[in-house]
């Protein structure tokens, strides 16, 4: 019986009143509430404008179709993240280049990026070639994992340096900051999701941000099929008549139901993030005083971290450990323990390259990105939601110092 999951959506009377006025309306696909929680996503980011899809992964399809990923291209990211990445990527049909990351901020590693760059590209009318399989660099598309921002100021001067094009995958950012900038103010397409992890859910679903006007409208075209009018404004006129469809395009619609459920959310979302910022300080206390084998996560100087997910490592020098192998296995007896004991944990995302698809693809080792990997091995998301109470919390550290006590 788990009584403290890893984390939970934060609802009220409200969200069933807002999922209950487009019942009403008979309006429960894409409509004016999408319209709505659009605006209200974007007001809240900074930027101009917010295209919601169906998820965090096609939001990021379709901002890399829009910027012209495609097959016999590469795009540069990370090797720690989640699967769906990478999937963007190739669902383009284009090539993923994985570069490894800072264990302690769990974000790409702005050095080894600019080491690929130098490294496995050559210039060549005017463009960056793969010196192996002759594949045109686009860009690069960068995470800011479990919410914090990741060096992006850095990473937008390496691409205006080589000519480079920027999406930000930004699941688990919203509300995240770097020196007072909202994600997706930082002039690129940005893609946050509303998955039920994260710090405010439509169920599933994503949306794309940005400033330029023309890549939004671009964007809202493709995710209805490719067509150049709305559902709602086909409403407003001869909705009898079918638009055209110049292009081939996806259904990436988020329904007006989801979006009326975002409404609600989007009030809560600053109270969600400051309650997990109070509640991550406590876990930074008790793990200093009471948990000297963890290494908890860090926020650096000119960062705002929303907590998405409070994610720890193991130190292998605390726990005697020699390998990052044998820590692995240790860290999952020791979570598997937890959850007999009502404590739900996870490890913080994986490393792609250790996925089947993409070791058998491309013959990756795990010593390929020794920093991802260590992180795929050692690393525990810890319960965080509202309502999670400090006594609650100290319960959950006595729980884990006495299980590693056991041993």
């Known amino acids: 019986m788990i009584r403290y999951p890893v984390t939970k959506p934060f609802f009220s009377e409200e969200e069933l009143q807002m999922i209950g006025t487009a019942l009403d309306s008979g309006w429960v696909a894409q409509g004016p509430k999408v ?6 996503i974007a007001a809240h980011e900074g930027v101009a404008e917010g295209v919601a899809t169906t998820s965090c992964t096609t939001a990021l399809h379709l901002a890399l179709s829009v910027s012209g990923l495609k097959a016999g291209m590469d795009a540069i990211a990370p090797a720690f993240t989640f699967v769906a990445t990478e999937n963007s990527i190739v669902m383009t049909g284009a090539t993923p280049v994985l570069c490894d990351i800072h264990q302690e901020t769990f974000n790409i590693d702005v050095e080894k990026l600019r080491q690929i760059i130098e490294t496995k590209y050559r210039s060549g009318n005017g463009k960056l070639i793969n010196v192996e399989s002759g594949n045109i660099l686009w860009g690069i ?3 800011h994992e479990f919410g914090l921002c990741c060096e992006i100021a850095k990473i937008n001067e390496i691409a205006d340096e080589y000519g480079l094009k920027v999406v930000e995958d930004a699941a688990c950012a919203l509300g995240a900051m770097y020196k007072d900038k909202h994600q997706g103010a930082f002039g690129n397409l940005s893609c946050i999701s509303f998955h039920p992890r994260k ?13 330029d006007p023309s890549a939004a409208k671009r964007m809202r075209e493709l995710r209805t099929h490719g067509s150049t009018v709305s559902a709602d404004a086909r409403d407003k006129g001869k909705g009898f008549l079918l638009p055209e469809f110049p292009e081939a395009g996806f259904n990436y619609r988020m329904t007006d139901i989801q979006g009326a459920m975002g409404i609600a959310q ?29 290494i908890p996560p860090v926020e650096p100087e000119g ?17 005697q450990i020699d390998t990052v192998e044998a820590g692995g296995e240790y860290r999952n007896i020791l979570l598997q323990k937890l959850e007999d004991k009502g404590i739900a944990t996870r490890q913080g995302t994986h490393a792609v390259h250790l996925l089947g698809y993409y070791r058998d693809r491309f013959g990756f ?6 920093q ?16 999670l109470k ?4 100290e319960e959950i550290i006595d729980i884990i110092r006495a299980t590693i006590d056991e041993d």
């Open 365 to 370: 080792k795990p010593e390929d990105y020794p």
């Open 303 to 319: 960062f705002y971290h929303t907590y998405q997910s409070y994610v720890c490592m193991l130190d292998l020098k605390k726990l």
């Open 372 to 387: 991802a990997y260590a992180c795929d091995r050692l690393s525990i998301t810890l319960p965080l939601y509202v309502g």
């Open 266 to 294: 989007i009030k809560k979302l600053d109270h969600i993030i400051e309650e997990k910022r109070k509640e991550a300080a406590v876990y930074n206390r008790l793990i200093a005083e009471r948990l000297p084998e963890f």
């Open 35 to 40: 319209a709505e929680f659009e605006k209200q």
């Open 141 to 143: 598309v960068p995470v």
């Open 199 to 211: 710090s405010i859910t439509t169920g599933e679903g994503g949306m794309v941000l940005t400033d």
């Open 390 to 393: 400090e006594e609650e919390q």
